[in-house]
């Protein structure tokens, strides 16, 4: 068998591991003493923290969802939930998501503004934007944009929306047309077109269960931080071993200085150009609700995302506590942490929190193409990339699985 290094065992390397190794003989070097990545969690006082999100599993690609399910027992393993999601306006009220599906729920002013809106999109020439601002105007108009779209994305992305690239956008929103939103109105539909409208959680110890389950068997070096890999001799070098191919699934920044014996240094200033945003993660008991996540364009706090991981399994709360993860972009510390929290709504108690440097790829209009480049250079040498941060994409759990899929099938 010839020898295959993975590197990183988020759910991306753990993928390619299990699919590869009947094939290969497959090593797997993770930083980290637990797999998972951004899926990983622990127990605070019994009760189940995600640190990074609250995970969930679906997916519209039948070959993820086939080989996932011939992985785990879907009946006595899982439980299946529909999406209940709200928006928290500034004012207090609730609106479910999406928003746009549920202007009858506004004041009669805000409705007559946002109908207003819909009647000038639809006569409108069709118009093409060139950056997220743009698309969330021309997509939903003015009116909705100032109330949610505006505050809660500039929460998420710290910036002015006109720089935001909208190469990320692809199956992230609901994309619905001024006849389809009225129709939706009136009729009181509910979404029920992206893909985790309804989805499948694990009834112990959350997304760890699939780390756990997808890490068994496979050789995992924990708490390895690779630091040097070198082509010679046409292998590759890693600890003292030699291999014959090489799946990187970790951080692309990490790659120019590690990486030896393949010139790349025309691809280091654009690498170390990437920009990215982490999240602080903070673990608390709220007040019971029903629902699963909530999002937050109040400008009353700096939070935008509170992640309902109590009411995903009864197993993830106990001494009768409903716990939640509540999301803030980028390092907060204690203090902030606190100062917000009281003016969050269902009254949240702090019990952890943990900030996950890298969460969020930003893309520009050069990225993609750049990172295909490289992937095509270092092809030859039987180096791969795949994973979030490898290929710098907005990827949830399935799609990575699924572009670890693909990866594994080119090799």
């Not at 999601?85 to 998501?97: A, G, K, Q």
């Not at 108009?141 to 998420?156: A, S």
């Not at 019971?288 to 009353?300: A, E, H, K």
């Not at 490898?390 to 080119?410: F, H, K, L, Q, S």
């Amino acid at each position: 068998m010839q020898k295959i290094a993975v590197i990183g065992a988020g759910v991306s390397g753990l993928t390619v591991a299990r699919l590869l190794q009947n094939r290969y003989q497959i090593t797997v070097f993770e930083k980290e003493f637990t797999p998972g990545g951004l899926i990983r969690c622990k127990r605070v006082d019994g009760n189940l923290y995600h640190l990074c999100g609250g995970h969930v599993f679906n997916s519209k690609r039948k070959d993820v969802l086939d080989w996932f399910w011939s992985l785990f027992d879907r009946e006595k393993e899982f439980i299946k939930a529909e999406r209940n999601s709200v928006v928290f306006m500034e004012d207090n009220s609730l609106i479910p998501y999406p928003i746009e599906n549920h202007i009858y729920l506004f004041d009669e002013d805000k409705q007559k503004s946002i109908i207003a809106d819909m009647i000038h999109i639809a006569k409108a020439d069709k118009l093409v934007p060139d950056n997220f601002e743009e698309f969330l105007k021309y997509r939903f108009g003015e009116t909705l944009y100032e109330l949610y779209f505006k505050p809660y994305n500039e929460k998420v992305w710290r910036r002015d929306l006109k720089y935001v690239p909208l190469s990320w956008l692809e199956g992230k929103l609901p994309m619905p047309t001024v006849a389809e939103m009225i129709f939706n109105n009136i009729n009181h539909v509910k979404e029920k077109q992206f893909v985790h409208s309804t989805f499948w959680y694990e009834k112990q110890n959350g997304s760890q269960y699939i780390a756990d389950r997808l890490a068994e068997g496979l050789d995992i070096r924990y708490g390895n931080c690779i630091s040097n890999i070198e082509y010679n001799n046409g292998v590759w070098h890693i600890e003292g071993e030699y291999f014959n191919k090489v799946v990187f699934c970790g951080n692309i920044k990490e790659v120019p200085t590690m990486l030896k014996g393949v010139d790349i240094s025309g691809y280091a200033l654009q690498i170390e150009s990437l920009e990215y945003h982490g999240t602080t993660s903070v673990f608390c008991e709220i007040d019971r609700n029903p629902y699963s996540w909530i999002y937050q364009p109040s400008r009353l706090h700096d939070s935008h995302r509170i992640i309902c991981t109590g009411n995903f399994s009864e197993s993830n709360n106990v001494d009768g506590k409903m716990t939640a993860t509540i999301e803030f972009t980028d390092e907060k510390s204690r203090d902030v942490i606190n100062n917000n929290l009281f003016r969050i709504p269902l009254h949240p108690k702090y019990l952890a929190h943990y900030y996950n440097k890298y969460t969020y790829p930003i893309q520009n209009v050069r990225t993609r193409e750049m990172i295909t480049e490289l992937k095509n250079k270092m092809r030859p040498y039987n180096f791969y990339f795949v994973g979030r941060f490898a290929d710098w994409e907005y990827y949830n759990m399935d799609v990575a699985m699924g572009a670890a899929m693909d990866i594994c099938r080119g090799i």
